[in-house]
């Protein structure tokens, strides 16, 4: 399994942007495809978006497009979510996860098609 870390968060005012980083160790990172999820207290843990492998194909939940960029630096073994325009309701610890399974390219928005996760980041928009 990969370890994932992430960093980033924290508290800020709806408007602002905010960049989170998830650093990899201890496999080949330009195998694994990568997601960002997020979880709101007293929700389902939903998915934000995620990057292949191949870094050809970025996706992103309806919710977040046009603000958020997903990215990949895979000399630096870190995957990027850029977050602008953000709104009280992107409150929520945010997660990152990886797999190096190939599947459906609609599987990778569930949680099942992830078997390593970080330990999350806190992001707090206030409005």
């Known amino acids: 399994q990969v370890q994932l870390v992430e960093s980033g968060g924290g508290l800020v005012q709806a408007g602002d942007s905010l960049r989170l980083a998830c650093a990899a160790s201890?496999?080949?990172?330009?195998?694994?495809?990568m997601g960002w999820f997020r979880q709101a207290p007293g929700k389902e843990r939903e998915s934000v978006a995620y990057?292949?492998?191949?870094?050809?194909?970025?996706n992103y939940a309806d919710s977040v497009k046009g603000r958020f960029t997903i990215s990949r630096d895979n000399a630096k073994n870190t995957v990027y979510l850029q977050m602008n325009s953000l709104k009280p309701e992107d409150t929520a610890v945010y997660y990152c996860a990886a797999d190096a399974r190939r599947m459906s390219t609609r599987d990778y928005w569930a949680v099942y098609a992830y078997d390593s996760w970080g330990q999350g980041t806190q992001v707090t928009v206030s409005s």
């Open positions: 201890g496999v080949t990172f330009s195998r694994y495809t």
């Open positions: 990057i292949l492998w191949s870094g050809s194909s970025t």
